[in-house]
């Protein structure tokens, strides 16, 4: 009883959320909109609303922030919802949610499980492509209700934000992927890049100039991932994390390419690699006490993906997430999304290359 009815009470709550997030936290008319695109880091609300089992949208996921479950992957905010605040915009709104209608601070196309390659996790996720067509029809929103000079400033100040690739490093692992079979790694890398770019062009096509990535964390470390294919041993798979190593190094000569190749484009590059190892091996240093397992789940490192009961199975949940690098097992908590915001907003050139985010909303 108390399960079949929450789904619709959390929905009509979040609407109301969402009503009041409009109205009462609307960002200054002229600052630089947020457009947020890739995977379960990013997915607001999206898969919501679509047929898959890769949702979020059940207790406990919400717990720590919104007090009920939004779709995050999460206890509550994810990056993009605290550069959001940092950039004095209101949430950005899940596409595909049916309040959003304006676009004037951005939306976000994320959408949990997706990945770069259409074939990455096919039929249950919108892929990159998709988002991009989704772009595609926003903009021609945006330049039919507005100005032409209006729409042209709104889509060339505004910063579009990424995450995305792992997904397609660690689909060919869990799933048959003949796509992967027959590709050298090398070759494979080139795919999902290729993809990248050329949603970079369509978005750079309607106008888009300044761009933020993400680099893909070390998956191959992740809870899931030690529990599921490592059997419970405290290793990380060497094949995922080489894939991933080789996808960060040419992600970013691709868009020192771009930004030669493109006019007027200007990039932020966040390793989110190095930043994330770092707070997985020394978590106090961060105010973290738990940098491997996760708060939600079950199983060795609580790595088996059963956070809140899914499927009917058992899970356990820390008491305080705070405390944790890992929501569930591939997920981080909003405390650790806050630290990884905070450096993405205002971390020294070093580490976020060649703009820090504060630096690409004002440029
Ligand atoms: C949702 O997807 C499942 C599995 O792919 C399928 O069995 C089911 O019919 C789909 N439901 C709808 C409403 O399309
Ligand atoms: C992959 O395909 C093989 C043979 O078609 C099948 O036995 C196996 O269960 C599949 N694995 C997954 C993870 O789908
Ligand atoms: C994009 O990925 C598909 C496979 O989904 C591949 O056939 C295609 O060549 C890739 N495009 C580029 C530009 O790399
Ligand atoms: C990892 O790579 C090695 C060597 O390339 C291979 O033998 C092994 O089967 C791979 N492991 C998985 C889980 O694919
Ligand atoms: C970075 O930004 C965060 C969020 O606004 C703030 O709390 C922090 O003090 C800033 N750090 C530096 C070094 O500016």
């Known amino acids: ?166 997904n397609d490093y660690i689909a060919p692992f869990t799933t048959n992927s003949t796509l992967f079979q027959s590709h050298s790694p090398q070759q494979y890398v080139q795919l999902v890049i290729g993809n990248l770019t050329t949603v970079i062009k369509g978005i750079h096509k309607n106008g888009g100039r300044k761009f933020a990535f993400l680099g893909v964390g070390d998956i191959g470390c992740v809870p899931l991932v030690k529990a599921v294919l490592l059997q419970g041993k405290d290793e990380c798979s060497e094949n995922i994390t080489q894939l991933v190593t080789l996808h960060n190094k040419h992600v970013y000569k691709a868009l020192q390419h771009l930004e030669k190749e493109l006019e007027g484009f200007v990039y932020s590059y966040a390793d989110l690699y190095t930043s994330a190892n770092q707070i997985s091996k020394n978590p106090s240093k961060y105010g973290l006490k738990e940098g491997k397992a996760a708060c939600c789940g079950s199983g060795p490192f609580r790595g088996y993906f059963s956070c809140g009961g899914r499927d009917g199975q058992e899970y356990e949940l820390c008491s305080n997430p705070n405390e944790y690098l890992f929501y569930d097992s591939a997920h981080l908590t909003q405390k650790a999304s806050q630290l990884v915001a905070e450096w993405v907003w205002n971390g020294s050139s070093d580490s976020i290359k060649p703009y820090n985010l504060k630096a690409l909303f004002n440029v």
Not at 86 to 92: D, F, M, R, S
Not at 126 to 139: A, E, G, R
């Open 1 to 166: 009883m108390a399960t079949s009815c929450f789904p619709s009470s959390s929905f009509l709550v979040y609407f109301i959320f969402s009503l009041l997030s409009i109205h009462s936290c609307k960002g200054h008319p002229n600052n630089a909109a947020l457009f947020i695109f890739g995977d379960s880091l990013f997915d607001a609300g999206n898969n919501n609303y679509i047929n898959t089992s890769f949702k979020a949208n059940f207790v406990p996921y919400g717990q720590s922030f919104f007090k009920f479950p939004t779709g995050r992957f999460s206890d509550g905010r994810l990056i993009p919802d605290f550069i959001a605040k940092y950039a004095n915009l209101p949430l950005i709104l899940p596409y595909l949610h049916p309040m959003n209608k304006d676009y004037v601070h951005g939306v976000n196309f994320a959408s949990a499980g997706a990945g770069a390659l259409a074939e990455t996790h096919e039929g249950l996720v919108i892929d990159l492509k998709t988002q991009l067509s989704y772009f595609n029809k926003v903009t021609k929103v945006v330049e039919g209700t507005r100005h032409p000079a209006e729409a042209k400033a709104l889509l060339s100040k505004a910063v579009y934000f990424f995450s995305i690739g792992s």
